[in-house]
């Protein structure tokens, strides 16, 4: 038996260690390295002049805030002290405006399709005055590519901005109380359909919702009517804007 001995074990170890290192093996090819499609860089000068159209309502007019204050401005300012461009702009804003206002101030204007950058943020007063959804669903499309048209027929000048939620303002919790989420429910089905349009339709989306919803923690970011953004959130929203806008700016 002692002769056999040996040959068994050395047989023993060597399945052993066939098993091992099948199990250390992998059962399929490693994936490749995933690799990004190239994008702009957002670092690359823009226009020497540039020609800014601002869609929307009391956010984009800046209720309660100086006039130097509001977004629009704001992102103006920030581009000129970028790139010591020439930077024009047009505001067609009101507060109280819905998506019906908007379209038919639009439509009455006789408006060069001439602009580098359009920007669109609408449809709270559809939800505050209680205007069907379906409304919404059929107008806000329709400014979309009203707003393109206008951007040179280019869809890749237009930036959507979404709607700030007004329960997280002194103003919604007076009104709403108790019921404050179902405010926030409703704007989350604005900027939700907005937004699946958007990247339906390649148009760029970006969501300011979440710096309104720091409203009743951060009073600073609400406007002394108690309702609408301040200065300070007008300048995150540009912030959280600036490098898409650099984006589209950068493609002419």
Not at 53 to 82: H, N
Not at 87 to 107: D, E, H, R, V, Y
Not at 171 to 186: E, H, L
Request: overall charge neutral; proline content about 6%; aromatic content about 10%.
């Amino acid at each position: 038996m002692k002769l056999h001995f040996k040959p068994i074990v050395t047989l023993f170890f060597s399945v052993l260690l066939l098993s091992c290192n099948a199990e250390e093996m992998p059962k399929e090819p490693a994936a490749g390295p995933v690799i990004d499609a190239p994008v702009p860089n957002p670092n690359l000068p823009i226009k020497s002049s540039v020609n800014y159209l601002a869609l929307g309502d009391s956010y984009t007019i800046g209720q309660s805030v100086c006039e130097t204050c509001r977004f629009p401005e704001q992102l103006k300012a920030s581009l000129q002290a970028m790139y010591f461009n020439s930077i024009s702009s047009k505001i067609i804003a009101t507060t109280g405006w819905t998506t019906s206002n908007l379209l038919s101030s639009i439509n009455s204007q006789n408006l060069e399709p001439n602009y580098d950058l359009v920007t669109l943020l609408i449809g709270v007063n559809n939800q505050y005055q209680g205007r069907s959804f379906s409304v919404y669903e059929k107008e806000f499309p329709e400014l979309v590519t009203k707003a393109i048209e206008l951007a040179k027929g280019n869809k890749k000048n237009v930036i959507v901005v979404s709607i700030p939620d007004y329960a997280y303002t002194p103003f919604g919790k007076s009104v709403a109380g108790d019921q404050s989420t179902k405010i926030s429910a409703a704007i989350d089905q604005y900027n939700t359909f907005a937004e699946n349009y958007c990247i339906k339709n390649e148009v760029v989306f970006v969501s300011i919702t979440d710096i309104t919803r720091q409203g009743l923690a951060n009073p600073d970011l609400v406007a002394n009517d108690g309702l609408h953004p301040s200065k300070i959130a007008y300048t995150r929203f540009v912030e959280r804007m600036m490098p898409k806008v650099k984006v589209v700016l950068q493609q002419k």
